[in-house]
């Protein structure tokens, strides 16, 4: 098993940039696939972005393609989502999520993650 925590978040104005981090603990991180989620009030839970295991393949839901950038470093136990050109639409609360069973692979769905973190927000101002 493993434990999830984010940071990162903060307030940032449209066009700013913030870097979250996902630190993990307990079992073998490298094992883990790693996706970014965020939920914003009053809407459903929205995959962001996905590392697999090796940190050899990304992918990105389309909105944020060319804005974000994930990343992990397996030594440090870490996922880290670096946001640039921030828009008031990527307001959320933003969670990182893992999954062992399926980690060479890059999946989307909210369910296809049993572990996640407490979230952390982020607010962008028009």
């Known amino acids: 098993q493993v434990q999830l925590v984010e940071s990162g978040g903060g307030l940032v104005q449209a066009g700013g940039s913030l870097r979250l981090s996902c630190a993990a603990s307990?079992?073998?991180?490298?094992?883990?696939?790693v996706a970014w989620f965020r939920q914003a009030p009053g809407k459903e839970r929205e995959f962001v972005a996905v590392?697999?295991?090796?940190?050899?393949?990304?992918d990105y839901t389309s909105s944020v393609k060319g804005r974000f950038t994930i990343s992990r470093d397996n030594a440090e136990n870490t996922v880290y989502l670096q946001m640039y050109s921030l828009k008031p639409e990527d307001t959320a609360v933003y969670y990182c999520?893992?999954?062992?069973?399926?980690?060479?692979?890059?999946?989307?769905?909210?369910?296809?993650?049993?572990?996640w973190g407490q979230g952390t927000q982020v607010t962008v101002s028009p």
């Open positions: 999520a893992a999954q062992v069973h399926l980690a060479r692979i890059l999946l989307r769905a909210v369910s296809d993650y049993p572990y």
């Open positions: 307990g079992r073998s991180f490298s094992d883990y696939a």
């Open positions: 590392i697999n295991r090796s940190g050899g393949g990304t």
